[in-house]
């Protein structure tokens, strides 16, 4: 039996989620009144409570009070509002860390973690995971019954500021995994490639985490740490999670992830199977992509969530405190923003935090009540926000309909490009994928970021923009794709490095063969600022590179002549980096090739974006983003106004 999304209430009527992080240790009681009545206002029917709590709650070494919490959880109960309960093993108390200093993280530069801040845990060390798990099992014994009891919220966005430790914790875990993945130095040399430098290990004590290289150090061995620190996070929330099972077998629970631009840290699509529900938290950076990175960013949460829809467990009303200049929303802009998460799936929308906090770290980060309260312009929206939601009900559950271009995003192949030795740090995964994400949906098509692992069959037209590190599974998988009638479209520096980062002497992309019908034999990148005009007229930057033709035909040649796109009848090579109005030109020539229509029409420049969603008795509905004034049509409707709209197809 598959878990519920949520453990609502059993006498609640389907609804959307909506809410926030609810910090009331910081207020007092007459504040928690006047939060429950807002919150009642707002239309929030689940919060997040307890997460950086543990001082408060284990109050010294194995003395708690849960007093205050249940208090909290009742008020919560008696009007209605849900609890997303979190571990509270976020951010370890004083007496811990007075009594085992041993516990808290070394940096890359050698410097321990202080006390004063959060998060200052080694994802290793057994003396905090035994505190910790401490607290979890007194915490799910203490609220097993307590009815407000909806989620489990292991813990808080884990490795957000740990997750690259340098500790003797790490070192020894690290040697562990080696050991396990590889079973012997030998194997170890050749993935690492140590013949190379004079790198050869002789036992595993001489192995060091990659903290302090003289210059470039081994890649394979950085890319190696990187899966090492994610597995063992993810071992961190198994653990948790264990208890959790044990003792409240019938309750959900999640781990806030962090499926974003700015964060590198975890190879989450190996993680995603270890939760009952994901979620995810979002943030805005500033800037002319911001709009469609948060798409990305969405559509990926999707990919990672095998489709399923899941928790937008944080994303801000308006400003944060931790950029350098920490812009507002404009108006309408946080409903914008809620609604792009819930097109991709996201079936409770949540922000932190639900009250703006007088004192500390985030006093000046926006919440659903700011310091100036209903007189803020935040507030209205808030509100409008949960009548949306509340109207919304009949899409609860509502599955989104799988598009029918994908691009591939993944985790090996950004940490690989991400390495300091590599043909040019001009060449940004992220950056290139998301400019062929952005070309589709100004397109006005719909498309899916997915896995390396996720199944490619049922997808008309497959991206792969610069998918680096390709193992034999998944060359398998891309070359009977494209065989058995799928179009596959791949760029320069896909399918070069096996998973140990190695390359083949042999023309590019050896992992693929003469798949694409043409083969690269010299990569020649482009200066930084360097733009050329290719045959047809695009324009290209950052790459290029000389190819040989087989079997495929030259679609555009460079200035001298020489092949630039190539294409078979189920693939595309595509040698360069096209520039944005240049890839929507490409993007139509894909899609006519196999006869996909746009969702919607957009004009040149108008931002807007559409996700179908489907419900259990086979509705469809356009979840449409407007992020701009202008028309639109999605089937009969016509819309001009700029926001979230949902209309019945
Ligand atoms: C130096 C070193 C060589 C090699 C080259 C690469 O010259 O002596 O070992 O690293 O740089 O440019
Ligand atoms: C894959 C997994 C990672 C890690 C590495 C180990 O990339 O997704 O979690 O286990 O393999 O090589
Ligand atoms: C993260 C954390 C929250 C808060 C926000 C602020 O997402 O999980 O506790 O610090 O950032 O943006």
Redesign the pocket.
Same mark, same amino acid.
């Given at each position: 039996m598959p878990l519920p999304f949520i453990h609502w209430p059993s006498d609640a009527a389907p609804r959307i989620g909506f809410g926030a @992080?609810y910090n009331p240790e910081q207020w007092s009681r007459e504040v928690w009144a006047e939060d429950i009545q807002l919150m009642k206002e707002a239309g929030v029917n689940l919060v997040s409570v307890g997460?950086f709590s543990w001082g408060l709650i284990e109050v010294r070494d194995g003395e708690f009070d849960f007093s205050w919490l249940h208090e909290v959880l009742d008020l919560l109960h008696a009007h209605g509002i849900a609890v997303d309960l979190a571990t509270a093993t976020a951010s370890p108390p004083q007496w811990l860390i007075e009594k085992h200093p041993e516990i808290l993280p070394v940096d890359k530069r050698g410097l321990t973690a202080d006390n004063s801040s959060r998060q200052h845990w080694r994802p290793t060390s057994p003396v905090f995971r035994k505190y910790a798990l401490r607290l979890v099992e007194a915490m799910a014994t203490e609220f097993a019954e307590h009815p407000a009891l909806a989620l489990w919220h292991v813990n *808080? /966005?884990l490795g957000?500021h740990n997750t690259y430790d340098y500790s003797p914790d790490a070192l020894a875990h690290f040697r562990q995994w080696l050991n396990t993945k590889y079973g012997s130095l030998e194997k170890l040399n050749f993935a690492w490639g140590t013949h190379f430098w004079s790198q050869k290990y002789s036992s595993w004590e001489q192995i060091q985490l990659p903290q302090n290289p003289m210059t470039f150090g081994n890649p394979t061995q950085t890319i190696d740490f990187k899966r090492f620190c994610s597995d063992v996070l993810r071992d961190y929330l198994d653990t948790e999670m264990a208890v959790l099972k044990r003792i409240t077998p019938d309750i959900p629970v999640t781990t *806030?992830f962090m499926v974003m631009w700015t964060y590198d840290g975890a190879d989450y699509a190996s993680w995603a199977d270890h939760v009952d529900v994901v979620s995810n @938290?979002h943030?805005l950076h500033p800037g002319p992509q911001s709009w469609i990175e948060q798409s990305f960013s969405a559509s990926h949460t999707r990919g990672i969530a095998g489709g399923k829809n899941w928790i937008l467990m /944080?994303h $801000?009303t308006s400003q944060? $405190?931790?950029q350098p200049v920490n812009y507002a929303k404009l108006p309408g802009q946080l409903e914008r923003d809620s609604g792009t998460h819930f097109a991709h799936g996201a079936d409770a929308i949540c922000f932190?935090?639900w009250r703006q906090s007088s004192a500390g770290a /985030?006093k000046f980060?926006s919440a659903l009540v700011p310091h100036t309260g209903k007189q803020s312009q935040i507030w209205p929206e808030v509100v409008g926000l949960g009548e949306k939601l509340s109207s919304l009900s009949h899409l609860a559950g509502a599955t989104v309909e799988q598009a029918k271009i994908a691009i591939i995003f993944d985790q090996d192949s950004y940490w690989a490009l991400a390495n300091d030795s590599v043909p040019s740090q001009a060449v940004k995964y992220h950056e290139h994928a998301l400019g062929w994400y952005r070309a589709f949906v100004e397109r006005g098509h719909s498309v899916d970021v997915i896995t390396s692992q996720t199944p490619l069959e049922s997808y008309e037209v497959v991206v792969t923009p610069s998918l680096y590190m390709v193992n034999d599974e998944l060359a398998q998988r891309l070359t009977s794709y494209a065989e058995q009638g799928g179009l596959l479209v791949g760029t320069f520096l896909t399918g070069i490095a096996d998973e140990n980062d190695h390359i083949a002497p042999s023309v590019y992309p050896a992992r693929l063969g003469n798949l694409f019908g043409a083969q690269t034999t010299d990569w020649m990148p482009l200066a930084p600022e360097e733009t050329i005009i290719l045959e047809s007229g695009l324009t290209a930057h950052t790459w290029s590179e000389n190819i040989v033709v087989s079997t495929g035909k030259v679609i555009d040649t460079y200035p001298n002549g020489k092949p630039a796109l190539v294409e078979t009848e189920n693939t595309l090579y595509v040698s360069t980096i096209l520039d944005t109005a240049s890839l929507r030109q490409l993007v139509d020539r894909i899609a006519l090739k196999k006869s996909i229509a746009p969702a919607l029409t957009l004009a040149e420049g108008h931002r807007a974006e559409l996700r179908v969603k489907v419900t259990a008795d086979g509705s469809r509905y356009g979840v449409l983003i407007n992020h701009d004034e202008g028309p639109v049509s999605v089937g009969n409707h016509h819309i001009s106004e700029p926001g979230f709209h949902v209309v019945e197809l």
């Open positions: @992080d997460i *808080n /966005e957000c *806030n @938290d943030y /944080e $801000s944060v $405190s931790w932190f935090q /985030e980060h």
